[in-house]
């Protein structure tokens, strides 16, 4: 069954430095998503990238945090310069359509700001 | 508006039975309900989805009810086992972005 791919699946990452958190998404799908947790809290929308531009943001989103889709296969996360509260399991998602359905989730990678 | 409001916030069920966990929501616009399975270090596994026009959606084990009416939707666990043992997140999307329900974390015992 194709997977998305993150990596790495755990950094950590001293308050103030930028880190790239790298997806895969599944080589079909056009739509492509980021999604953040807090340590048992649920899961929150950061943003979604279609047809190489961001097609929507949350207000957590702010400029601080970049995506970015390099080549045919890799889609990234950018933080900037992280905070200790950017500390979060970050879950790379993509879809073949818009609307929800056929959503597949990465492993994510767990992001700690020390 | 844009809440999935989710409960209980833990569950605790023996093996054999029912686990059930409800949902609700605001925002009308909202057309598409999946439930997410999620084990510890793992990303949300997609478990079973509805969309508005049904009241009831049955996969195997796992059923979704839905009411349109009273904007909720509930996850029903038949025969509920071990390896059900996770957390459940409700979600609710409109074009392409979830907005998830809060979680709850089930535990069947044997």
């Known amino acids: 069954e194709p997977e998305v791919t993150q990596t790495p699946s755990h950094q950590v990452t001293q308050m103030g430095q930028e880190v790239i958190l790298r997806c895969v998404p599944i080589?079909?799908?056009?739509?492509f998503y980021w999604y953040r947790q807090i340590l048992g809290q649920k899961v929150e929308f950061l943003v979604s990238f279609y047809n190489n531009e961001i097609s929507e943001k949350s207000e957590i989103f702010d400029d601080q945090f970049s995506v970015e889709r390099p080549d045919g296969s890799n889609f990234t996360l950018k933080i900037r310069s992280t905070k200790l509260e950017d500390s979060a399991m970050y879950f790379c998602?993509?879809?073949?359509?818009?609307?929800?359905?056929?959503?597949?989730f990465g492993s994510g990678t767990r992001l700690t700001v020390v | 508006q844009q809440q999935v409001k989710q409960s209980p916030q833990s569950l605790i069920v023996q093996k054999g039975g029912i686990s059930i966990i409800n949902c609700a929501y605001e925002n009308t616009a909202f057309d598409y309900f999946p439930w997410y399975q999620q084990f510890p270090g793992k990303g949300p596994a997609l478990l079973i989805a509805?969309?508005?026009?049904?009241s009831e959606k049955k996969e195997g084990r796992f059923t979704i009810s839905f009411n349109k009416s009273a904007k909720q939707f509930s996850l029903h666990i038949m025969d509920s086992q071990p390896g059900d043992s996770a957390t459940y997140f409700c979600?609710?999307?409109?074009?392409?972005?979830?907005?998830f329900g809060t979680g709850t974390r089930l535990q069947v015992f044997p």
């Open positions: 979600a609710a999307s409109k074009i392409d972005k979830l907005i």
């Open positions: 509805i969309r508005p026009d049904v």
């Open positions: 080589s079909n799908h056009l739509y």
């Open positions: 998602a993509s879809s073949a359509d818009r609307g929800g359905d056929g959503y597949t």
